[in-house]
């Protein structure tokens, strides 16, 4: 069955520690985003990308980085992680055009403590 | 810019039915979409409507469009405990390239 993964699905790690968040997706989408959801609710775009070797900065300034080397595959990185970078992490996929949105993975809770 | 605005928060009885609203300010929208997120998920679609229809019905689910006021609804109809879910509308722009703008989400939550 097509989907999207996000692994993993908790992580609590201490600051100033170098992570990467998988996202892949089985659909053969060109379309990959990343979205910073805080407590309340609000998704702020921090990362998409149309293609291979194509990443864009979203709408939220992030201090992550993103590659797409691959297709099926959009990991997230942050190089030296901080208490502010505590939040919920989801990873979407789309095709390139019609009707049917997003695909979103299961997100990655982050805490940095 | 597009900017879509929902209220924060809805309780409802369970068995009554729940209306959501939702409203968008681009009049260049072609899809719009309702998203539902249960606790520690992601967003999961419901339904989605072309801008150029006035309702959709899906089991359940009614959504209502009023392109003129450029406000879209979601109605549940025999609210269950199980819809209690953070339900997202979103908008898609013709002209950018298929990316969906997103409401800040409402919270739904339905009493036994």
């Known amino acids: 069955e097509a989907d999207i993964y996000q692994t993993p699905r908790y992580l609590v790690i201490g600051t100033g520690k170098k992570i990467t968040l998988e996202c892949s997706q089985t659909m053969g989408h060109d379309k990959m985003y990343w979205y910073q959801q805080d407590p309340g609710m609000e998704l702020h775009l921090i990362h998409y990308s149309y293609g291979v070797n194509s990443t864009e900065k979203g709408d939220l300034s992030s201090e992550s980085t993103v590659s797409r080397i691959r297709t099926e595959h959009f990991p997230l990185t942050l190089e030296s992680a901080r208490p502010s970078h505590t939040s919920q992490y989801l990873c979407a996929s789309s095709e390139w055009e019609g009707a049917r949105g997003y695909t979103f993975g299961s997100g990655t809770r982050l805490t940095v403590v | 810019g597009e900017d879509v605005e929902q209220s924060l928060f809805l309780s409802v009885r369970e068995g009554d039915s729940s209306v959501i609203n939702c409203t968008y300010t681009d009049s260049s929208s072609t899809y719009l979409y309702w998203y539902k997120q249960e606790p520690g998920a992601g967003l999961q679609l419901l339904t989605y409507?072309?801008?150029?229809?006035d309702m959709k019905q899906d089991q359940r689910l009614t959504v209502l469009l009023n392109k003129k006021d450029k406000h879209l609804s979601l109605r549940i109809a025999d609210t269950q405990t199980g819809d209690s879910a953070i339900y997202f509308c979103a908008e898609s722009i013709d002209n950018a390239g298929n990316m969906l703008t997103f409401g800040g989400g409402t919270r739904l939550m339905v009493k036994p």
């Open positions: 409507i072309f801008s150029n229809m």
